[in-house]
């Protein structure tokens, strides 16, 4: 079994169907996505090795959502398209895609460029656990533990916890945060973001004043440490 999981965001059912079933054939795991704002949330959550994108979404052009992941993610993208010139690859590839794929397209050219896509990637994914001090992450079943005693986390707080613990010692703008977690439309919402970081810290025993977890960078964003206070 090969240990990698790849993010599908495309609206057409059977193109992701189609997917899913050609790379779960060769071992790999799916994560699929039907909008930019689930893709987006789906990169945070989930951490895949590779995402593969459609750019023709229906809530968000496909190069501005790669814009956005961008600001936060490295995490290697295979675009799908069915533009075929030059210039639109060019424009993909300039916003952040390491590789390009003309629908229609071939699954077994699909899967080389997967393959090679995850070669490169080779060991910078981003684990499926974290340990981090005394609070271990898992996102795999999407739950947390924090000196051994469950965190009783909602899906949105758990979301927040992995972007903000898989950055630890990193800058995460609230613009980044927002973005991934609740969709582009939210970005400008700073004071909803603020309402989650206090449920949060308060779930962690966390002091806004004397953080032991995540730290506030007033105006920017917030920053989880990388050596959590006793």
């Known amino acids: 079994m090969i240990d990698a999981r790849i993010l599908i965001i495309d609206d057409e059912t059977p193109i992701r169907r189609f997917l899913r079933v050609a790379l779960e054939a060769e071992g790999y795991g799916v994560i699929e996505a039907g909008t930019a704002r689930d893709g987006l949330a789906k990169t945070a959550r989930e951490t895949p090795a590779l995402v593969v994108l459609d750019l023709g979404l229906p809530d968000a052009d496909g190069l501005a959502m790669l814009r956005d992941l961008r600001g936060w993610s490295q995490v290697p993208v295979l675009i799908l398209s069915v533009r075929a010139d030059e210039a639109g690859k060019v424009e993909a590839l300039d916003a952040g895609a390491q590789d ?22 080779g060991s910078e994914a981003v684990p499926s656990t974290l340990t981090i001090g005394p609070l271990l992450i898992d996102v795999a079943d999407h739950s947390a533990r924090l000196d051994g005693q469950p965190l009783h986390l909602t899906r949105r707080e758990f979301d927040l916890l992995w972007m903000l613990a898989s950055h630890c010692g990193r800058l995460v703008t609230q613009e980044m945060i927002l973005k991934a977690i609740w969709g582009p439309a939210h970005a400008d919402d700073s004071q909803y973001l603020r309402v989650y970081i206090r449920q949060l810290r308060q779930k962690l025993g966390d002091d806004a004043a004397n953080p032991r977890f995540i730290a506030t960078e007033p105006g920017i964003g917030y920053r989880f440490l990388d050596a959590p206070g006793p």
């Open 100 to 121: 390009y794929v003309v629908k229609p397209f071939g699954v077994k050219e699909f899967l080389a460029r997967v393959r090679g896509l995850l070669r490169d990637r």
